[in-house]
C-alpha cells in the first residue's frame, strides 16, 4: 500500500479501562492499528485485534522508564510514522475513605508523581516520538478534565493542578509542534459513566443542563474527529465533553 493508503497507527496511553477503552474500540472499528501503553500487561478483558501485539507495558508515572518508552515505540512503528498519540493515562489519589486529597493533605510525593503519569509523560511522549508525528503530519490530543478549570468535589488537587497544566500544554505544543505539521489539541471530560465514578455523582448529574452522565464512546468520538482529516485546520483547541457542566 502506498503512504495514503496504507494503515494509520494510534499510540493510546491508558487503553485498559472507561475512555481509553472505548478509544481504542472506535479506532479499531475505523481501521486503525493501535498500540497502547500502560503499567499493566496486556489483558484479555480487552477484546481489539492484535492488542497483545500492540501493547507496551511502561509506567508513566517513572521518568526513566517513560524515556526509554520511546525506542521500544519507535521499533513498533512501520514506515517511521505515527498518526496519533493521545495521552489518556490520568491517577486520581484518594485518601484512605477514598475522600479527595486537598492542598493542605497532598504528600509532596504524590505530587509528583502524580504530575509525571499526568503531566510529563504526556510531554516526553510527544517530542521523543516528533519526527514520526511529523513524518505523518500527525495528531496529538491530550485529554484534560473539567476539574481542569474549576473545583471540583472528588477530584483531588494534584489531579486538578496537573490537568490545568495539561490545557496549558496543549497551546505551547501547539504553537511549537505547528511548523512540524503536527497539529495539538485536548479534550476536557466532564462526568464519564465509567467503573471509577465516585459516590455523589448523582447529585452533580442532576444539576447538568444535560441530565444525564456522558458515555465513554461519546468522548472517544471528540477524540477520533481530531485525530481525522476532518478537524485538519483545529489545532491548540480544547473541547469540552461534559454536557454544559462547564457553563
Given at each position: ?64 522508564q517513560t524515556m526509554d518508552a520511546i525506542e521500544r515505540i519507535q521499533k513498533r512503528l512501520k514506515n517511521g510514522r505515527l498518526d496519533a498519540l493521545v495521552n489518556n493515562a490520568g ?110 455523582t448523582d447529585k452533580i448529574v442532576a444539576k447538568l443542563p444535560m441530565q444525564r452522565l456522558g458515555q465513554p464512546s461519546e468522548v472517544a468520538n471528540a477524540i477520533y474527529f481530531l ?21
Open positions: 500500500m502506498s503512504q495514503d493508503t496504507a494503515q494509520k497507527t494510534l499510540l493510546l496511553t491508558g487503553a485498559s479501562r472507561g475512555i481509553g477503552h472505548a478509544t481504542v474500540m472506535k479506532f479499531a472499528e475505523e481501521g486503525w492499528r493501535v498500540i497502547s501503553c500502560s503499567r499493566q500487561p496486556f489483558s484479555d478483558k480487552c477484546p481489539w485485534p492484535g492488542g497483545e501485539d500492540n501493547h507496551i507495558q511502561v509506567d508513566l508515572g517513572d521518568p526513566n491517577i486520581s489519589p484518594k485518601d484512605e475513605n477514598g475522600g479527595r486529597l486537598n492542598t493542605l493533605d497532598t504528600d509532596l510525593r504524590t505530587w509528583g508523581h502524580v504530575f509525571h503519569v499526568n503531566f510529563f509523560a504526556s510531554v516526553v511522549l510527544a517530542r521523543g516520538l516528533r519526527n514520526e508525528l511529523a513524518a505523518a503530519n500527525g495528531s496529538v490530543v491530550n485529554v484534560t478534565s473539567i476539574a481542569g478549570a474549576r473545583v471540583h468535589p472528588f477530584a483531588g488537587a494534584a489531579y486538578a493542578t496537573s490537568k490545568a497544566a495539561l490545557a496549558a500544554l496543549t497551546r505551547e505544543m501547539a504553537h511549537d509542534f505547528g511548523p512540524l505539521g503536527v497539529r495539538v489539541n485536548a479534550i476536557a471530560p466532564g462526568e464519564v459513566e465509567t467503573s471509577i465514578l465516585s459516590e455523589g485525530c481525522s482529516d476532518q478537524s485538519s485546520y483545529v489545532s491548540g483547541a480544547e473541547i469540552e465533553v461534559n454536557g454544559a457542566q462547564h457553563v
